[in-house]
């Protein structure tokens, strides 16, 4: 062995600069777009000096995992995906910090995330939000900005550009929409003011390197975070002169992990790689080397990739990838003998070739072995956690009909189940599973490393929990048999309605412990309101009590009318005719309306059904939604845009006061009149869409609006609880306060979505007026219907 095998070897490119644009498909480059309105990307990729690669992305496919990933090797956890909100500062071992410590000069301009994960990190930056997802133009150019005057600077040696202007196109219109071509337009033209740039500085000793890249993909509905084909495969492209002339076909890419660009790049800049990584050295970047170094470079991959093995891994010395990396170590070692005795012969040539194949395999096995032990949890602990959750989940169910009834009150039984046979069983049990457990366990274990004191009280918890749910359910079937027995007091027993709740709520807990149901939840939310309003049509149709109340309605109204006519003169019986009249009509089509009311329910769901195909099996289908929201089809989008906002409107305003009912006409004007700015509907007066802003003129004018029938709705509100007593007021204030937040909806909504909104606010209205209150549901009940059906129409406006 020679000592200098595992020194740092000197940097391979002057200059790295990395153009990270959010959200870049691999079809985007490779696919028909790429060649449409990306031709110099297109032109570098196929005939210029540069290596192409399609790069894996590992679920969860958001924003600062993925940077976590780049700049560490390592493979994010899902628990990332809520840190993405509020992102902390990175403690692991990374790129970023190496860079650093080794003096270079790193310029980052973009996504403020870096800020946030790299503090103290940059020379110069200039961070930009992420969440104001309707802006396509600024957050782009305040990238782009900076440009010309770093280019020319030579202060800097690692330059990191992250743009999302094509990822808040996804999310607002999709990777069909036409404001991508012109987006992916403006990243060819910054990628091809880099490149020259770059070239025209370069010196003789070493080049510089440009890296273009995504963080993640796009679905098919411009989305991100799973991990369909369009979500997982990004681009990732190193242009240098250092690099071998392409010969003009564009071959697929060779499919990489994510995680390798971290290696490749310490590599290239002659950095440490990051303790933590578990990517590959990407061997075409380095393939222009000498065999010697392209030994060296792989061998300190593996050195790197052992030793995280080794702190992870008690038995690491049996693992597959260890054992192939010493074969691989020993072969080189007569290599490097053979190398110094000067034999320059082809034999020496191909050794050297077998034994970087040796060095590959050990690294991608490796690689395999760390990657399945990031994935690997503490399956013990979350066990626990889950038998807890359970019990507590349980307990709050067997409780909700007594918590909501009229006395509102449930007793907990404490005594019996502390003082029991079973506790005392059940304890010694749980302490024996946790003994044995603990004791077999060869990996970490957070539960098993809390003091016994800890442990022996959450067993006695857990324990406690479960004797007090039996002790409930004896119960319950006590005064179940109780009931049967009184045949007065079992007629107010648990309706068909309230078994399929019950029910309903349970099979949908159950059904997210499968991967299978979650892809595909929308069926069970569809699946379960079609058979509420099902069995709502045959409570409707079997209920005597509902007639009887109509029918008492409309009677005091005769009497009503009946005393009026005692001081009406003789002329004014036609007048009440009419009025005896009019009052049969609305009985007759109240109690039809009433009747049909959850049929015009389940066609509404039905319509609404194909107009977003949602899940992962059938996304891929063609919807209404797609159709409207196709360039081709523009008008018909703004005809329904605006019979949608008119709509909601007539919906709301009914119960507002008359300044609320203006402010909501304007509102609602002003959000038309924000999709028009972006490009999403047209005006009838409105010849093309070459006239497109930012709409942030006419989203504030909307915010105004929103904030004013709020305010007015709070102000009565506070009204009617201090001073005056007047329930109208109070009735009035709330509505106005739930218009406003409809205004917000309709704002916020996708315009081909506003029907959603529509449909929504109309079955409230029926589901309310001629199910609910007839019916004579409790609060348990309606609230869980609102939950279901709240859920079914979140998914109904998903694509």
């Not at 743009?163 to 036409?178: A, E, K, Q, R, W």
């Not at 800890?454 to 002790?471: D, N, R």
């Amino acid at each position: 062995m020679v000592s200098n095998w595992t020194k740092i070897p000197p940097p391979l490119f002057k200059k790295v600069v990395i153009v990270l644009i959010d959200a870049l498909r691999h079809d985007f480059v490779f696919g028909s777009k790429g060649k449409q309105f990306m031709p110099y990307t297109r032109q570098v990729v196929e005939k210029g000096t540069s290596y192409s690669f399609i790069a894996e992305v590992k679920p969860p496919t958001v924003t600062m995992p993925r940077i976590k990933a780049l700049m560490t090797g390592s493979i994010p956890g899902f628990i990332d995906v809520v840190v993405n909100l509020n992102s902390p500062a990175l403690l692991d071992d990374n790129l970023i910090w190496q860079a650093k410590t080794a003096g270079k000069r790193i310029i980052f301009y973009g996504d403020d995330t870096w800020v946030k994960l790299f503090p103290k990190h940059f020379v110069e930056y200039d961070g930009t939000t992420s969440f104001f997802v309707s802006d396509f133009i600024e957050v782009d150019d305040n990238v782009t900005r900076h440009l010309d005057r770093v280019l020319k600077r030579d202060d800097w040696d690692l330059l990191i550009l992250h743009y999302l202007g094509l990822d808040h196109i996804g999310h607002v219109t999709g990777p069909n929409s036409p404001l991508v071509g012109p987006k992916l337009r403006e990243m060819d033209n910054i990628v091809k003011k880099i490149h020259i740039s770059l070239l025209s500085k370069e010196e003789a000793s070493l080049p510089n390197l440009l890296v273009v890249c995504g963080d993640h993909g796009m679905s098919e509905t411009g989305s991100h975070g799973g991990s369909t084909d369009g979500e997982v495969h990004t681009p990732l492209l190193f242009i240098s002169s250092a690099f071998e002339k392409r010969n003009g076909l564009l071959t697929k890419p060779e499919l990489v992990q994510q995680t390798d660009l971290a290696s490749t790049l310490a590599v290239g800049l002659g950095l440490p790689i990051s303790r933590n990584s578990v990517g590959n050295l990407i061997l075409p970047i380095v393939g222009g080397k000498t065999m010697r170094e392209q030994l060296r470079f792989v061998h300190l991959n593996g050195i790197q990739l052992s030793s995280l093995l080794q702190e992870n891994t008690a038995a690491y010395e049996k693992d597959p990838g260890y054992e192939y990396f010493k074969m691989a170590e020993k072969s080189h070692g007569n290599w490097i003998k053979l190398y110094l005795e000067g034999n320059n012969s082809e034999i020496l040539l191909n050794l050297g070739k077998k034994v970087l194949k040796q060095y590959l395999e050990a690294l991608r096995t490796l690689s395999s072995s760390l990657s399945k032990q990031v994935t690997q949890y503490d399956m013990y602990s979350m066990m626990v956690g889950t038998v807890i959750i359970m019990e507590v989940l349980l307990l709050l169910l067997l409780s909700v009909p007594k918590a909501l009834s009229s006395r509102a009150e449930f007793e907990v039984l404490l005594s019996p189940p502390l003082f029991s046979l079973l506790f005392y069983l059940m304890c010694l049990m749980l302490c024996a599973v946790h003994v044995i457990v603990c004791t077999s366990v060869q990996s970490l274990c957070f539960f098993c490393s809390m003091s016994w004191l800890t442990a022996i009280g959450v067993m006695m918890l857990i324990s406690v929990l479960m004797c007090i749910i039996l002790s409930a359910i004896a119960k319950m079937f006590e005064n179940s048999r109780l009931l049967l027995k009184n045949p007065v007091v079992s007629s107010s027993s648990w309706s068909e309605v309230d078994v399929l709740i019950l029910a309903g709520t349970i099979g949908h807990v159950l059904s997210l412990g499968a991967s299978s149901f979650i892809e595909e939840e929308h069926q069970t939310w569809y699946f379960l309101i079609n058979t509420l309003c099902l069995l709502l049509c045959q409570e409707k149709e079997c209920d005597p009590q509902h007639s009887t109340t109509v029918k008492q309605n409309f009677d005091s109204i005769k009497e009503v009318s009946a005393c009026r006519n005692i001081d009406i003169p003789a002329a004014g019986n036609s007048k009440l005719g009419k009025s005896t009249s009019s009052a049969e009509a609305m009985k007759g089509s109240d109690k039809w309306i009433s009747l049909v009311s959850p049929w015009i329910i389940l066609i509404c769901c039905r319509l609404l059904r194909s107009l977003n195909q949602t899940g992962i099996q059938w996304a891929h289908r063609p919807d209404f939604g797609h159709w409207l929201i196709s360039s081709e089809h523009k008008s018909e989008l703004s005809f329904l845009a605006a019979v949608s906002l008119l709509m909601v409107f007539f919906l709301v305003q009914r119960r507002c006061s008359l300044v609320s009912k203006i402010a909501m006409a304007l509102g609602l004007l002003g959000v038309y009149s924000y999709r028009a700015a972006i490009g999403n509907v047209i005006f009838p007066w409105q010849q093309d869409s070459k006239d497109i802003s930012k709409g942030i003129t006419e989203a504030r004018f909307v915010y105004v609006f929103v904030l004013g029938i709020v305010f007015t709705g709070t102000k009565d509100l506070l009204k009617s609880q201090v001073i005056s007593s007047v329930s109208s007021m109070k009735s009035t204030g709330l509505w106005e306060v739930y218009s406003g937040l409809v205004l917000l909806a309709a704002l916020l909504f996708r315009p081909h979505n506003l029907p959603v909104l529509v449909f929504c606010l109309l079955i409230q209205t029926m589901i309310t007026k001629y199910i609910w209150r007839p019916l004579k549901f409790d609060a348990a009940q309606i609230t869980i219907m609102h939950y279901w059906f709240g859920q079914a129409f979140f998914y109904f406006q998903v694509s």
